[in-house]
């Protein structure tokens, strides 16, 4: 039998999210696994996972060898990983944090990611986000659980590089048309 | 629009928030060992203050985490946010 | 087309191009920078529409939005009513008309966008007028996040309407340059043609602007017409400006009659005489300007009528030497004219009497009563006003944390003294937000302000006859006069807000902006009392009308409320699934093949799943990954029944009540390790039960070492069910034995698909012999596809929630929040089976042992066989006791219970229900009515399972 083949929940936006100008980017981000990470607080102070220490302080991430550590709440975690096959990730991170009260599961096809780039991003993202994404607010490293649109999301702000948005898969389709919608404004006629 | 400042995230417009009632209202210890009417007001009853009030919310939309508040029933402001394990307030 | 007022120079428009636009059927021009009412005074129209009650022509009275005559009807590029002529700025091709007070909407779809935009701000300032111009520069200037909001065109304020001069230039050009200077600051997100209509909770402002309205039909189609600023401010700087009063007076609603400043608006700003012969009405100095701008401009100004005994010395000295007559110590008692004003009547006013009365032929008539703040937005901050005795208006009466009123909204009324306070209040802004003043912010200079006499405070012109009253107009667009004021008083009202609904005052499109203060001095006067008793009406938002479609913006249509869909959702449509919505997920409901309806279609699927086999996408399920060493005490305490004698492997169905007793939720919990369990939920449930979860481990038992994740959208799930469903799942999963033996009823195992894991489960909904797939959504095309194709040898037939519905309740089993309400028990559900006896507590024990749960009277889930064997009895139907004449007794007729579920059954070939019955398990076997369309149905109670009950089926 052939290999079985993935689908990406946005497959059918590709061609749409390509029309955007360059000062709106929106590219979906490849693939990746997703673990959320649970450590009790007391158990999380210092504690490296993968070689990086959790991100302890709240709203913020930080970036790991192959993907990203995100905080979640003061005893969650979403940890990613490009190198790394989903259940294999959750097995070893399972494995690494039980002796610490830790647990840790599978939810690479929970969410999918966008990455949101150029001149217009920020404002692209106000249209529906309530909090404030200047610069000086949620610089690099900032990270934040909100509503976009009517979607929850976690928003990574990237600095330089805009913003990554993470999204539950159901309701990648409605953010992409959402996100189409208000970039609409910038698109060229023609 | 107001602000709820989640102990966690900080201030977040209030739609990121549900409510949770009442907050210090333990589940009993045994609740076989009470009386119907002891049951009934754990269950069913709960104080409807009017000016402070120690409440319970969980930032829903955000970190999911439940914590407690006392507001103001008058004019809805919220004096002071704190943590589920916090004792509560000295209210009068 | 002839435009007689246009003065020969002057003024903001573009003079070089010439825009087309029709009235009341008639073409007329204009120029950029019109408004519809300017255009239409310089054609010499002042009568726009007639009164909504009286049917009294009325015509442009104010140049803005406190104008409470000007309505129209915009037809085209697009019908929207009530719009005021005043605030419509002029574009080629409008076409609109003229209102009686009602409007009429679109019938077809509005095609224009509209969006919001959050912005977050240290300082807003609203109004770009000379004190928030000032704010606005201090601000940026000391780097502060700013945002500047003004509802004009272009920013200026009061400057634009007349000459002043600012830093020694005429005012304009300092305008210009300080708009210049604040787009030099990135910080600085400065809006015109927006207008900040609500103040909210911690420094929020809404504000709409209108970014494509001025451009009719050329605005670019994909920039949203209106957008809805969400404005978040640390501090927030208003700086609104005031309204001009009018003085009520007999006949005062005359086409021709207008405020002064508005007067003076039309000429600067727009190069329009309102008339050729003018009186000016005036208790204050202000007026003065208008009178003198007019002759100047070429008016014949008949006469400066001045109710206050001395007038003003100064004044009159400038009007004498412009060859004004001033008639101090007298008013306007009434006018003449039918479609516009002919002459006003003066008579000489001495200590509160009025004299005989002379006339003076005028084509318009300026009035001006003095000036009110417009305090809106602080009064909607919950700011408390104080009436000014001197300025005869409420002003903010005391200062409020983050919101701070400058210039004549906070009752300044001269240039430099607007400027200055401009200044003061910004700083102390930036002082509370601990930001420093730049150095080199300077205040500019303005002449220094020459003190005007003091105003008069003159509600309306002292008359005792009551037919003049009842033409003292006080609000012009609700046809509202004195005479109604004092028929309120006169029925016993006192509160100025009872007097404004039962005169309906102030309730118009321009909400009362002229007409309420009036209001409060003259229910004051008639009731006695000083006016600060009687206070105003609360001001509230929108300060200015906001269209719905605004505050809707981007959600409509496909975005009103987000779709939520499985990874299969494209594979359906292509199939040609018919959807239904279950919360807000997207779900198949049925398949229809060519030429099939629905319930032949859900007869078809039910059929192949009970005799070959079926699949359905249960993707939507929800999932909670529990995990830890505490987890199986968690679920003990949390489901009805046991979960921690739960075997590593198998599943076991799990009910969940609240504290009330009352069921919750149901699903199966499949036990993946000693430490760990997923939790399947109803689609509907899931977030719920997660928050469930969540909310007793952090509330009450943090003790416990267990977390909840939810894995809803981790995991597909496709139930395969039917007889020939061990044959689909045997030939895909080769490596899985799949006997009843090896893999019986209630247990799981976990596989893998060409290296992609895939968790099946013994589980069915059905009651028919079943197996769920789960599978990463990444793959689940693709496993869905290979078992469609493992399917096909044996017919397999995608089926949807109808058909899943159908199959459950053919079982009997219940769906949570269908065939219970939040007042059914597990015991009303049949479901004592679920409760455990051991346990000895767990969320719902307690309650399940309070006498009301004890009662046999407790309706309780039956089936229900309609006698006919053809009636499909509608959900929700009540059910009655039978009656042998067929004919319901007279009300009220007690109720046994409910239909909850009712469908037709292909297995039992014919339709059923199930229900909730009041004692139903002691009734199975009566025949009880149900009321369908008038007539009474005899139904059959049976038990709640109508399928085989052995279960032998499912276990196989």
Redesign the interface.
């Known amino acids: 039998?052939a290999?079985?083949?993935?689908?990406h929940?946005l497959e059918?936006w590709a061609a749409a999210l390509a029309e955007l100008p360059d000062e709106v980017r929106i590219t979906p981000e490849p693939?990746v696994a997703m673990v959320?990470v649970?450590v009790?607080a007391a158990a999380s102070e210092g504690l490296a996972v993968r070689g990086t220490p959790l991100p302890t302080a709240p709203n913020t991430w930080t970036p790991t060898a192959d993907g990203r550590m995100v905080w979640l709440g003061p005893?969650?975690w979403l940890l990613t990983s490009t190198g790394t096959v989903?259940?294999l990730l959750e097995e070893e991170l399972r494995d690494q944090l039980r002796p610490v009260?830790g647990?840790a599961?599978?939810?690479?096809?929970?969410?999918i990611g966008l990455r949101i780039s150029g001149t217009r991003a920020r404002?692209v993202l106000?249209?529906?986000?309530?909090?404030?994404l200047?610069p000086r607010?949620f610089p690099a490293g900032r990270s934040a659980q909100t509503t976009l649109?009517?979607?929850g999301v976690v928003l990574l702000s990237l600095g330089e590089e805009g913003f990554a948005v993470l999204v539950?898969?159901?309701?990648a389709?409605?953010?992409a048309?959402?996100l189409l919608?208000?970039g609409?404004?910038y698109?060229p006629?023609g | 629009?107001?602000?709820i400042a989640c102990p966690w995230c900080g201030?977040r417009e209030e739609v990121e928030f549900t409510y949770?009632g009442q907050a210090h209202v333990?589940?009993p210890d045994?609740?076989?060992a009470?009386s119907?009417e002891q049951?009934?007001h754990?269950?069913?009853f709960r104080d409807n203050t009017k000016g402070r009030f120690a409440e319970?919310w969980?930032h829903?939309a955000g970190c999911?985490?439940?914590f407690n508040a006392v507001r103001d029933t008058t004019s809805?402001r919220f004096q002071r946010v704190y943590r589920?394990?916090d004792p509560k307030p000295v209210t009068p | 087309m002839s435009t007689p007022f246009r003065t020969a120079e002057g003024g903001r428009i573009d003079r070089a191009t010439t825009l087309q636009f029709t009235f009341d059927g008639r073409s007329l021009t204009g120029h950029p920078g019109d408004t519809l009412a300017s255009a239409l005074l310089a054609s010499g129209q002042h009568q726009v529409a007639t009164s909504i009650r009286l049917g009294r022509p009325r015509g442009i009275s104010a140049a803005w939005a406190e104008d409470p005559g000007g309505l129209v009807q915009v037809e085209e590029p697009f019908p929207e009513p009530m719009l005021l002529a005043s605030t419509v700025e002029l574009f080629d091709g409008l076409v609109a008309h003229g209102l009686p007070g009602q409007g009429r909407l679109a019938d077809v779809p509005d095609s224009a966008?509209y969006?919001?935009?959050?912005?977050?701000v240290d300082v807003l300032v609203v109004g770009a007028g000379p004190a928030g111009l000032v704010a606005a520069l201090g601000a940026a200037r000391a780097g502060a996040?700013v945002a500047l909001v003004d509802e004009q065109s272009e920013a200026g304020g009061s400057l634009l309407s007349g000459t002043d001069r600012v830093d020694g230039v005429p005012a304009l050009d300092w305008v210009a340059d300080a708009v210049a200077e604040l787009a030099r600051h990135p910080e600085v997100l400065h809006l015109q043609r927006t207008t900040a209509f609500g103040v909210?909770?911690?420094g929020?402002v809404l504000a709409l602007e209108r970014r494509t309205d001025h451009l009719g039909a050329a605005a670019?189609r994909?920039?949203?017409r209106q957008r809805v600023w969400?404005i978040?401010a640390r501090s927030i700087v208003v700086a609104t400006g005031a309204h001009e009063r009018p003085v009520v007076f007999a006949d005062n609603d005359r086409p021709g009659i207008m405020l002064a400043r508005a007067a003076r608006t039309f000429l600067h700003r727009y190069g329009v005489l309102p008339g050729r012969e003018a009186v000016v009405f005036t208790t204050n100095d202000s007026a003065y300007d208008a009178a003198l701008d007019l002759a100047r401009a070429g008016v014949q100004v008949q006469a400066v009528v001045d109710a206050r005994p001395a007038g003003s010395p100064q004044r009159r000295a400038e009007c004498e030497r412009a060859g004004i007559r001033v008639l101090s110590g007298s008013v306007v008692t009434g006018t003449e004219g039918v479609e516009r004003i002919t002459s006003a009547l003066v008579a000489p006013f001495t200590d509160g009497e009025v004299g005989a009365a002379s006339v003076i032929p005028c084509d318009v008539l300026l009035v001006s009563g003095g000036w009110n703040p417009a305090v809106h937005l602080f009064s909607q901050a919950r700011g408390r006003l104080r009436y000014d005795e001197v300025l005869g208006a409420f002003v903010p009466g005391e200062e409020l944390d983050g919101l701070a009123v400058a210039g004549s909204a906070a009752g300044v009324l001269d240039l430099a003294g607007c400027l200055a306070d401009g200044q003061r209040v910004v700083r102390a802004a930036l002082s509370a937000l601990a930001i420093v003043p730049a150095a080199d912010d300077r205040l500019p200079s303005a002449p220094e302000p020459v003190v005007p006499a003091a105003p008069l405070v003159l509600w309306r012109v002292p008359d005792t006859s009551e037919a003049h009253a009842r033409t003292q107009f006080v609000d012009l667009q609700r046809d509202a006069t004195v005479a109604d004021i004092a028929r309120a008083v006169g029925a016993g009202l006192r509160s100025i807000e009872h007097v404004k609904r039962y005169t309906t005052i102030g309730t118009a499109h321009d909400q009362g902006k002229t007409s309420g203060v009036l209001t409060s001095g003259i229910t004051a006067e008639l009731l006695g009392i000083p006016v600060q008793d009687t206070g105003t009406t609360t001001f509230r938002p929108p300060y200015t009308p906001v269209a719905f479609a605004a505050l809707a913006g981007?959600?409509r249509g496909?975005?009103f409320?987000?779709?939520?869909?499985?990874?299969l959702?494209?594979w359906h449509v292509a199939a040609g699934a018919v959807f239904e919505d279950v919360g807000q997920?997207k779900r198949p409901r049925y398949y229809p093949q060519p030429g099939e309806d629905m319930e032949t279609a859900v007869l078809r699927e039910c059929a192949a799943a009970r005799t070959g086999v079926g699949i359905i996408d249960g993707s939507t399920l929800g999932k909670i990954?529990v995990?830890?060493?505490d987890a199986a005490v968690l679920l003990d305490r949390l489901y009805t029944n046991m979960m921690s004698s739960l075997k590593v492997g198998a599943v076991r169905y799990g009910v969940m009540c609240g504290?009330?007793g009352m069921v919750i939720d149901d699903g199966t919990v499949l036990r993946l390790a000693e430490d760990r369990f997923l939790v399947l939920t109803t689609t509907g449930g899931a977030a719920k039960v997660l928050?469930w979860m969540?909310?007793w481990v952090?509330?009450?038992w943090?003790d416990l070492?267990v977390?909840c994740?939810?894995?809803?959208?981790?995991?597909a799930t496709f139930p395969v069910v039917g007889p020939r469903s061990r044959d689909v799942v045997g030939t895909l999963f080769p490596d899985v034995d799949v006997s009843t033996e090896a893999f019986p009823f209630m247990t799981w195992r976990d596989t893998a698909?060409?290296?992609?894991?895939v968790r099946l489960a013994r589980i069915s909904f059905s009651g028919e012999l079943a197996f769920e797939v789960h599978v990463?959504?990444?793959?689940?095309?693709?496993?869905w596809q290979?078992l469609l194709e493992a399917g096909r040898p044996y017919g397999i037939t995608p089926y949807g929630t109808e058909t899943m519905h159908v199959l459950r309740a053919e079982k009997g089993y219940p769906i949570i929040g269908q065939d219970t309400d939040g007042t059914v028990t597990p015991h009303d559900l049949g479901m004592a089976w679920a409760v455990s006896k051991k346990k000895?507590?767990f969320i719902g024990?307690?309650?399940f042992?309070?006498?009301a749960n004890q009662d046999p009277r407790r309706k309780q889930l039956v089936g229900l066989l309609p006698v006919d064997r053809h009636t499909l009895l509608p959900e929700g139907s009540q059910i009655v006791e039978f009656v042998a004449d067929g004919e319901l007794p007279p009300p009220p007729v007690p109720m046994l219970g409910h239909v909850t579920s009712s469908y037709r059954s292909a297995e039992l070939a014919r339709p059923f229900a199930l229900a909730l019955v009041k004692g139903g398990r002691e009734r199975v076997g009566d025949t009880v009515h149900v009321p369908v369309n008038g007539t009474l149905v005899p139904v059959e109670v049976t038990g709640s399972v109508l399928v085989d009950p052995e279960g032998a089926r499912r276990d196989g």
Not at chain 3, 561 to 567: G, M, Q, S
């Open positions: 039998m290999e079985l083949l993935r689908t929940p059918a693939f959320d649970r009790p005893d969650e989903p259940h009260g647990t599961v599978d939810v690479s096809a929970q969410r404002e106000a249209k529906g986000c309530s909090i404030d200047h607010a649109g009517q979607a539950r898969s159901s309701f389709g409605y953010l048309s959402w919608d208000a609409l404004e698109v006629l | 629009m107001q602000l201030p949770g333990p589940y045994d609740p076989a009470l119907d049951w009934a754990y269950v069913f319970r969980n829903s999911r985490r439940w809805y589920v394990d | 966008r969006d919001a935009v959050h912005h977050h996040r909210y909770d911690d929020f670019p994909r920039v949203s969400r978040r981007r959600d496909r975005l409320d987000p779709e939520r869909v499985t990874a959702h494209d997920w990954d995990q830890g060493p504290v009330d928050d969540e909310e952090q509330t009450e943090p070492r977390h994740t939810s894995v809803t959208e981790q995991w698909l060409d290296g992609v894991p990463s959504p990444w793959y689940a095309v693709a496993v290979r000895p507590d024990k307690r309650s042992a309070r006498p």
